[in-house]
């Protein structure tokens, strides 16, 4: 049985390949519970994220129409649909990231801290460390925002400071700096979830952690974002075929009924609630493997398992 075999420890040094297997066990001794639970705080938000989608796509194709024809700008109703449905759109994905990465990481943090794994836990025991990990989740995006609004006042200060004909040359130049400074950023919801601190402390561990293992943060990064990519292609897929189906037909002077009508519109809504939800649990992978590059980069950098063994030698 999968509950029989040893406990997913987070604080251990791994190599990337231990990292990579701590992950993807993690992920089949809990799946289920994973699926069902993403499922509940989810598919209400994908049933209206799916509309958006399907909206935005129209209206894409109809800007797209009126660019051929050079009067885009004519149509403001248009426009406004179209960044109306964006605008919507983002929010959407934005709450949804939110939901899901808060309830990865009180999954893994009730792992963690119980000897009975996940045994028995139910959405009711989640739900405090679930709001409490919604709540910070929004504070961090919110510092995260503010963060990019000043690394772009930076780049606009560059941007007056130089002629025109040499800013693109200073961006290549800055490219690799703004690359190795974005990728310890991948610690920070781990940090800020799985430990009891603040936000400017959880981002000054981000650093101090991110740019010590820069390397793993990267590989895990990159390979997990490969399989969450793949998987999130696959649901695009039929979503994808249908929506081009739909274009080529509805645009041809021969078009068919099938292709404009209630029940294909409801299929491709169908497809489109398959294309949302299968992205967000494709993400899943992504954050289960840096919670397990944060356990590492903790044991590496400050021996999080050795203190609380002192700490707690007096109780053996």
């Known amino acids: ?6 406990k997913i420890a987070l604080y251990v040094k791994r190599s990337f390949g231990e990292k990579f297997n701590a992950s993807f066990d993690f992920i089949k001794e809990n799946w289920k519970l994973m699926l069902k639970y993403a499922t509940y705080l989810l598919l209400p938000l994908c049933l209206v994220q799916a509309l958006s989608l399907n909206g935005l796509m129209t209206y894409t194709i109809g800007m797209s129409g009126l660019m051929e024809s050079g009067a885009m700008y004519s149509d403001s109703t248009l426009l406004m649909s179209f960044f109306s449905y964006y605008g919507l759109y983002m929010l959407l994905l934005i709450i949804g990231i939110v939901l899901l990465t ?18 028995g836990v139910t959405l009711g025991m989640l739900r405090p460390m679930l709001l409490h990990n919604v709540k ?10 503010l963060l990019t609004m000043f690394a772009s006042l930076v780049i606009g200060v560059i941007a007056a400071l130089f002629p025109v004909t040499l800013f693109p040359i200073v961006i290549i130049l800055l490219t690799p700096f703004m690359i190795a400074v974005a990728v310890p950023f991948s610690l920070w919801a ?24 820069w390397g793993g943060i ?13 998987l999130q292609g696959v649901a695009l897929i039929p979503w994808y075929i249908g929506t081009v189906v739909k274009y080529i037909f509805a645009t041809s002077s021969g078009g068919t ?7 294909y519109s ?21 954050f289960v493997g840096l919670a397990y590059q944060y356990g590492h980069a903790s044991e590496k950098v400050d021996s999080i398992m050795v203190e609380s063994d002192i700490d707690n030698f007096d109780k053996l």
């Open 266 to 286: 409801f299929l491709l809504y169908l497809l489109a609630v398959v294309q949302v939800f299968g992205a967000y649990l494709a993400m899943i992978f992504s």
């Open 136 to 145: 910070r989740m929004f504070i961090l995006v919110f510092f995260g925002l």
């Open 218 to 230: 990267f590989m895990i990064s990159l390979v997990m974002g490969i399989i969450a990519g793949i």
């Open 102 to 119: 808060a309830l990865v990481y009180a999954m893994i943090r009730t792992y963690n801290e119980r000897e009975e794994r996940l045994q």
């Open 1 to 6: 049985m999968e509950t029989e075999k040893p």
């Open 257 to 263: 009924e099938a292709t404009v009508s209630v029940g």
């Open 190 to 213: 781990p940090i800020y979830l799985l430990e009891d601190i603040s936000i400017v402390e959880s981002l000054k561990k981000t650093f101090r952690l991110g740019f010590t293992t």
